[in-house]
């Protein structure tokens, strides 16, 4: 039977020590687990996106409390009800709407960091693995989000999107690839209607959320055991490190005490974060917004140029240039090798791109492509030039991962010192 001390003061220290262990969980944090002293601000980034997953979660839930999913009252519900009447709603939209657009920008961040260091290597698979778990459910929240408020892109983004599940054509492999009436059951109508809302609705506010939660707890548990990588790519020994901290030689030990001394540093980041996102919450929301979702919803009335949110347009782009068939094979592929990265890169070097020859100069080229393949994926395709940029950002992307395994099978192995 558990003792309680009669005499402790509600919420004081002991009290809550004796209900919730309050005190080992101080004491894992503050003495049992280490983070790597040699990392930069990029190490914060994934601190960022759980608090921005956190905003996301609470600015929805006050959009949740007016929003209609109805064809009929969606669209005045948000541009309306919640814009116009609903005390301080125009404040929880712009957050939410922002939030959602900015945390790719750091998702982006937190996996080329993850890239550039080679995170994702020796031990940190699952890392890598739960850390594209995340992205696609991020993908399909954001989606699902976009057609809520039932505006033009929503309307027609949503119908581009759902007619790529009719699979390939009829002719192509006698046909076992295509999936006639897939679409329509996806949908529940032959268009997008009340019973697509509905379900995109239920998905948006809770199956992907959950789903994200539960990704989370999995994306820090995988990160428990190899710990977080460093700057150097180094191969730390927290025990006796820790160790060295302990005894008070602070500067021989190689690692830092996750609370105080990192939570520090990471609220900081944090702090700064916070500041450039409210002001692009006050002063530059419409960034975030396209204009065109301002016309209401109109099944008769195709926009001239459809087109996804900025962090979808680079995939876009590499399905987009090739014929229907091969786009998709394109965009499979594309994505797989996303997932498999650790799998491709052979090379025995864990260390930055810096470091690593051929590696530092495909790390860049594929940066410098994704950035071509968003800006060519915002254009219409009717420009020669810029769709013939397009086409070769897209064969490049393609290209890049068989590169990478050629050029990682001959990467040498870096002799580090102790
Ligand atoms: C969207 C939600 C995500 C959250 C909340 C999150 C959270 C975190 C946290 C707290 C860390 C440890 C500190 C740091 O390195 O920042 C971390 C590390 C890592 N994450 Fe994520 N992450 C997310 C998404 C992703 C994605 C999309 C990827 C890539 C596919 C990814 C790959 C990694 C890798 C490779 C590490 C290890 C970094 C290292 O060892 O240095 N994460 N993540």
Request: hydrophobic share 50%; glycine share 8%; net charge neutral.
């Amino acid at each position: 039977m558990a003792h309680f001390d009669e005499n402790a003061k509600p919420f004081s220290e002991k009290w809550l020590d004796e209900r919730i262990g309050l005190n080992t969980l101080k004491r894992v944090l503050n003495t049992e687990y280490w983070i790597p002293k040699d990392i930069n601000f990029l190490w914060a980034m994934g601190m960022i996106l759980a608090a921005t997953f956190g905003i996301l979660l609470i600015s929805g839930i006050f959009l949740l409390m007016y929003y209609k999913p109805d064809t009929k009252l969606a669209f005045d519900s948000v541009n309306h009800t919640i814009m116009s009447e609903v005390g301080y709603g125009w404040l929880w939209r712009h957050i939410h709407g922002v939030g959602a657009s900015i945390v790719f920008l750091i998702i982006y961040i937190h996996m080329f960091t993850g890239i550039y260091y080679g995170s994702y290597k020796r031990g940190r698979e699952l890392i890598w693995l739960s850390g594209m778990g995340l992205f696609v459910a991020f993908s399909a929240e954001a989606f699902s989000g976009y057609m809520l408020p039932w505006g033009q892109m929503s309307y027609w983004a949503g119908m581009v999107i759902t007619n790529l599940f009719e699979g390939f054509s009829p002719d192509v492999a006698g046909g076992i690839f295509n999936f006639p009436g897939f679409v329509e059951w996806l949908r529940g109508d032959f268009v997008p209607g009340d019973a697509y809302l509905g379900r995109f609705f239920m998905l948006h506010v809770l199956l992907i959320p959950l789903a994200i939660i539960g990704l989370i707890v999995l994306h820090f548990g995988t990160l428990r055991l190899p710990h977080v990588n460093n700057q150097e790519g180094a191969d730390i020994d927290f025990e006796k490190s820790a160790a060295l901290w302990k005894e008070g030689k602070r500067k021989e030990s190689k690692v830092i005490p996750f609370s105080p001394v990192f939570l520090s540093k990471d609220i900081f980041v944090m702090g700064v974060y916070f500041i450039l996102f409210f002001y692009l919450v006050f002063y530059h929301f419409e960034f975030a917004m396209d204009p065109v979702n301002f016309d209401p919803a109109d099944g008769l009335k195709t926009p001239a140029h459809i087109y996804p949110e900025w962090y979808f347009l680079w995939s876009y782009e590499v399905l987009r240039p090739f014929s229907k068939d091969f786009g998709l094979i394109a965009f499979g592929i594309a994505q797989a090798a996303m997932f498999f990265l650790p799998f491709i890169d052979r090379s025995p070097n864990v260390a930055p791109a810096s470091q690593r020859g051929l590696f530092k100069i495909w790390f860049w080229v594929l940066l410098v492509d994704m950035i071509v393949l968003t800006a060519m994926g915002k254009l219409p395709p009717t420009n020669p030039t810029f769709a013939a940029i397009g086409w070769t950002a897209a064969v490049l992307f393609l290209l890049l991962g068989p590169i990478l395994f050629i050029i990682t099978k001959f990467e040498k192995k870096i002799e580090k010192g102790a």
